[in-house]
């Protein structure tokens, strides 16, 4: 048997400049994001007969890769070559899909690290985030980016740069370990209820990419965050998080029509009444999960002013995908 344990990942700054029609026309898109302690696990095992199983939300069982049902299985087992009868379980830390957490990338990344292994071999994380990226958006052309891969196989606080010729530079960000753990007490995450699926708001910012003048020059402007974001960091000035954050917040809703919606935007209304300086909804929006900067001694207000919502504790991640389990 084999087990990897892969990072979810929390976004800053930039989200929506790893998509190609971004970082083609404009030279180069960034993100500044973060691992945290919420993991995708999955777990390997040869299977006496001459069949697939695999357990996920339903059972399945396959006789042959090509028939798997399941899209990022079936497309991560093509991608890795492997024929070998499997018993492919997988179990995660907060709900998989529609999260805004980067899971399905996580999912992926995971499962190519654990086939990997299987073979014997040792993947880099380089080799764990390209091969998800070409699962999911070569192979199934999802239309996504690649920030979620990337920050699934390294782990840690990253700047991340999408180069036009769709390489991807890996920049860690550097803190004392005292402003690491300050810039863990500020932020606070709350589970809305809502799921959604982010290919519909991803399809039309790509779209409006493409076709918007202003919506490219908005998208401009995000990526410019983290850069700034990036400085910040470094300099150890963890409080910029929260006012670029709501700067981007505001700049993110112009994108698409479904980032937001009244009972959202209610929900960031009462957190900044609340004492936070910041937030935005993780992934492309529309539901999942809302991130919150704010004072620590202001927490206790903003988790009782929102306490119709799921209050999650979470710490920053420093280490990416590993395998954590290896019995022959």
């Given at each position: 048997?084999?087990?990897?344990?892969?990072?979810?990942?929390?976004?800053?700054?930039?989200?929506?400049?790893?998509?190609?029609?971004?970082?083609?026309?404009?030279?180069?898109?960034?993100?500044v994001?973060?691992a945290?302690?919420?993991?995708?696990?999955?777990?390997?095992?040869?299977f006496?007969?001459?069949?697939?199983?695999?357990?996920?939300?339903?059972?399945?069982?396959?006789?042959?890769?090509?028939?798997?049902k399941?899209?990022l299985?079936?497309?991560?087992?093509?991608?890795?070559?492997?024929?070998?009868?499997?018993?492919?379980?997988?179990?995660?830390?907060?709900?998989?899909?529609?999260?805004?957490?980067g899971?399905?990338s996580?999912f992926?990344?995971?499962?190519?690290n654990a086939?990997?292994?299987?073979?014997?071999?040792?993947?880099?994380?380089?080799?764990?985030?390209d091969?998800?990226?070409?699962?999911?958006?070569?192979?199934?052309?999802?239309?996504?980016?690649?920030?979620?891969?990337y920050?699934?196989?390294?782990g840690g606080?990253?700047?991340?740069?999408?180069?036009?010729?769709?390489?991807?530079?890996?920049d860690?960000?550097?803190?004392?370990?005292?402003?690491?753990?300050?810039?863990?007490?500020h932020?606070?995450m709350?589970?809305?209820?809502?799921?959604?699926?982010?290919?519909?708001?991803?399809?039309?910012?790509?779209?409006?990419?493409?076709?918007?003048?202003?919506?490219?020059?908005?998208?401009?402007?995000?990526?410019?965050?983290?850069?700034?974001?990036?400085?910040?960091?470094?300099?150890?000035?963890?409080?910029?998080?929260?006012?670029?954050?709501?700067e981007?917040?505001?700049?993110?809703?112009?994108?698409?029509?479904?980032?937001?919606?009244?009972?959202?935007?209610e929900?960031?209304?009462?957190?900044?009444?609340?004492?936070?300086?910041?937030?935005?909804?993780?992934?492309?929006?529309?539901?999942?999960?809302?991130?919150?900067?704010?004072?620590?001694?202001q927490?206790?207000?903003?988790?009782?002013?929102l306490?119709d919502?799921?209050?999650?504790?979470?710490?920053?991640?420093?280490?990416?995908?590993?395998?954590?389990?290896?019995?022959?």
């Amino acid at each position: 048997m084999i087990i990897s344990k892969t990072p979810f990942r929390i976004s800053f700054c930039g989200g929506g400049s790893d998509l190609a029609e971004f970082y083609r026309r404009a030279g180069y898109g960034a993100v500044v994001s973060t691992a945290i302690d919420k993991f995708a696990y999955i777990a390997l095992h040869r299977f006496f007969e001459n069949k697939f199983v695999l357990k996920y939300s339903q059972t399945e069982v396959s006789d042959d890769v090509a028939s798997i049902k399941h899209p990022l299985i079936r497309e991560c087992l093509l991608h890795t070559k492997t024929t070998e009868p499997l018993e492919i379980t997988s179990f995660a830390d907060i709900p998989s899909s529609g999260s805004g957490l980067g899971s399905s990338s996580a999912f992926s990344v995971g499962l190519i690290n654990a086939l990997l292994a299987q073979q014997g071999r040792m993947p880099s994380h380089e080799m764990c985030a390209d091969g998800a990226c070409q699962v999911e958006i070569e192979r199934l052309h999802e239309p996504i980016g690649k920030q979620d891969q990337y920050a699934a196989a390294y782990g840690g606080l990253n700047y991340i740069r999408f180069n036009a010729d769709g390489s991807v530079h890996v920049d860690p960000i550097i803190m004392r370990r005292e402003k690491h753990q300050a810039l863990t007490n500020h932020l606070v995450m709350f589970y809305t209820g809502i799921t959604r699926k982010a290919s519909s708001i991803l399809s039309e910012q790509k779209n409006n990419l493409s076709n918007n003048e202003a919506r490219y020059q908005t998208m401009c402007a995000m990526r410019d965050q983290a850069d700034r974001l990036r400085e910040e960091l470094s300099e150890g000035r963890i409080e910029a998080v929260g006012s670029l954050m709501h700067e981007g917040w505001l700049l993110k809703k112009q994108m698409a029509s479904g980032v937001s919606s009244p009972h959202l935007d209610e929900i960031y209304a009462r957190a900044l009444a609340a004492g936070a300086t910041g937030g935005k909804l993780l992934g492309a929006g529309g539901g999942g999960f809302f991130l919150f900067y704010c004072a620590p001694e202001q927490r206790p207000a903003l988790i009782a002013a929102l306490s119709d919502l799921r209050h999650i504790d979470f710490q920053l991640e420093r280490q990416g995908t590993r395998i954590i389990y290896v019995d022959y």
